[in-house]
């Protein structure tokens, strides 16, 4: 494992790279992360909804325990995820590697195609197919959707902020293990956390709500209202409280390590 110094160097490395890629593959990877995320989300309303009444809570556990498949496979395996880059890119930002036209360029596109990744997987597996159509399923799925949208505006943001700060530390870590199984293991926890608590994440509410819409269970104006506010959350828990506090927390470290390389 990487010390916190050299996850700071190899994090901003990362996000100059994700910079640096043609819109092509910002859209494919963008799409995929999306996508992702979703299946992750469409994974916990699975494992969840049959045993949601007898367990009560304890079924959260276990549908916080299998959604991390999502960000593992983008993380692992490739693809562009937007609550990821607000840390890594920024990090990069922080460190004057990337312009801030370089950095909204990189969120809008990806956002647009993570957005265009998840309503794709509710509405051709969840709602097409029937995954999140009938019976508990879709008991499970308006009642994720309504407690989402149900929330006022500052708990939104507030939620979107405790959210991304475990995503970015999970990317984070990623970023800092050496193999596969400490990056596995680097995902899992943080992700799981955030999903047991209940925080908001975006892109996987850019799923979980259009879902609902698709079996008139919420309207757009909700989604739109909704993926606002946890939007505006998701950047400050990124931005400011991984990228920003671990840059001003290691950047002396990771500058006099590249200075002693140098000599």
């Not at 960000?71 to 990090?91: D, Q, R, Y």
């Not at 929330?151 to 700060?165: K, P, R, T, V």
């Not at 050496?178 to 509410?205: C, E, R, T």
Request: proline share 2%.
């Amino acid at each position: 494992m990487m010390n916190p110094a050299e996850i700071l160097s190899a994090t901003i490395h990362h996000g100059q790279e994700k910079v640096k890629r043609p819109f092509l593959e910002k859209a494919v990877l963008g799409f995929i992360g999306g996508a992702m995320i979703s299946f992750g989300y469409l994974l916990y309303i699975r494992a969840v909804a049959s045993v949601a009444e007898p367990l009560g809570s304890l079924a959260s556990l276990i549908g916080a325990s299998v959604f991390p498949i999502g960000l593992i496979v983008i993380l692992l395996g490739g693809g562009e995820l937007i609550t990821s880059n607000m840390t890594a890119v920024s990090t990069s930002f922080f460190a004057k590697k990337v312009r801030f036209a370089d950095l909204i360029k990189n969120w809008l596109v990806i956002t647009i195609f993570n957005v265009l990744g998840a309503i794709f997987v509710a509405f051709v597996f969840g709602h097409l197919v029937g995954l999140t159509s009938s019976g508990v399923f879709r008991e499970e799925l308006f009642r994720l959707a309504q407690g989402k949208i149900g929330a006022s505006w500052y708990q939104e943001i507030l939620s979107g902020i405790g959210c991304n700060w475990f995503v970015g530390i999970a990317m984070w870590m990623c970023y800092g293990a050496k193999d596969a199984a400490g990056k596995l293991l680097a995902v899992w926890f943080p992700i799981m956390a955030f999903v047991a608590i209940g925080f908001q994440h975006s892109v996987a509410n850019a799923f979980v709500i259009p879902a609902a819409i698709f079996e008139h269970g919420a309207t757009w104006l909700d989604f739109g209202r909704n993926f606002i506010f946890v939007y505006a959350g998701n950047i400050i828990g990124g931005a400011i409280f991984v990228a920003g506090f671990y840059t001003l927390g290691y950047r002396r470290q990771a500058r006099e390590r590249i200075e002693q390389k140098s000599k």
